[in-house]
């Protein structure tokens, strides 16, 4: 083989390499860089790093998963989450957590993580769980879910949490991004603002226009939650 074959194949390679390396959040180049809560210098693909001079614990620790959320609006979930903006400290490193509170039947509607792969411990309750796979099969994968229980939903795929039980239902999710993002699916289709036109979700939907007024007017802002 050539030295221009072998130069081309080491090319290639290494871009094959540099895209698996990037799927997720990029390593560091240093032992840590604290988030600063913002910055004059414009935008950045994360956080801009705090003088390691001046980082101190607490920029690692946060205390705000010690206590149940309120539940109380119609879908019944409370999340916290411990992601960069929360906990500092995680800027750079990939990962991030949160704290979900379910009341009895409460709903962690169908949504995606379009940064990062979650994974979900049951910690109280009783939890069906599941996600779908990308078009054209749809296929579901579910369990249902008992205390010390773990599933994982693979990144960017729709998924969901219901409580199947008559008591409230706790679980600690983890993700591989310190900002994994959050989508909801109907918040997003119904609560959009400005709203999708009528006409493109009646055509979707295949439905009347009746009923998507209807839909829309049960996911107005003070309805949404966000992780």
Excluded at 26 to 47: I, R, T
Excluded at 127 to 151: M, Q
Excluded at 196 to 215: E, G, N, R
Aim: proline share 7%; with cysteine; aromatic share 10%.
């Amino acid at each position: 083989m050539s030295n221009i074959h072998y130069f081309t194949l080491t090319i290639a390679i290494l871009a094959l390499a540099s895209s698996v390396a990037y799927a997720s959040d990029p390593d560091p180049l240093q032992d840590f860089c604290v988030a600063l809560d913002e910055s004059k210098a414009g935008f950045v693909n994360g956080k801009f790093c705090k003088d390691p001079k001046l980082v101190k614990a607490d920029d690692f620790f946060y205390s705000g998963l010690r206590n149940a959320g309120n539940t109380s609006n119609p879908f019944g979930i409370s999340v916290t989450p411990a992601l960069v903006t929360e906990l500092p400290g995680l800027n750079t490193l990939g990962i991030s957590i949160a704290r979900v509170d379910l009341a009895p039947n409460g709903i962690s509607s169908p949504h995606t993580h379009p940064r990062a792969t979650e994974i979900l411990i049951c910690l109280e309750g009783t939890l069906y769980v599941g996600f779908i796979t990308s078009n054209p099969e749809h296929r579901l994968f579910a369990k249902t879910l008992h205390e010390g229980d773990v599933f994982v939903f693979p990144r960017g795929l729709v998924h969901f949490q219901l409580n199947l039980g008559k008591t409230k239902a706790r679980s600690i999710v983890a993700f591989n991004s310190q900002n994994p993002g959050f989508i909801t699916i109907p918040n997003t289709i119904f609560g959009s603002n400005p709203p999708i036109p009528t006409d493109v979700l009646t055509k979707a939907f295949q439905v009347d226009k009746k009923v998507i007024d209807q839909i829309q007017k049960q996911f107005e802002s003070e309805n949404n939650y966000h992780e």
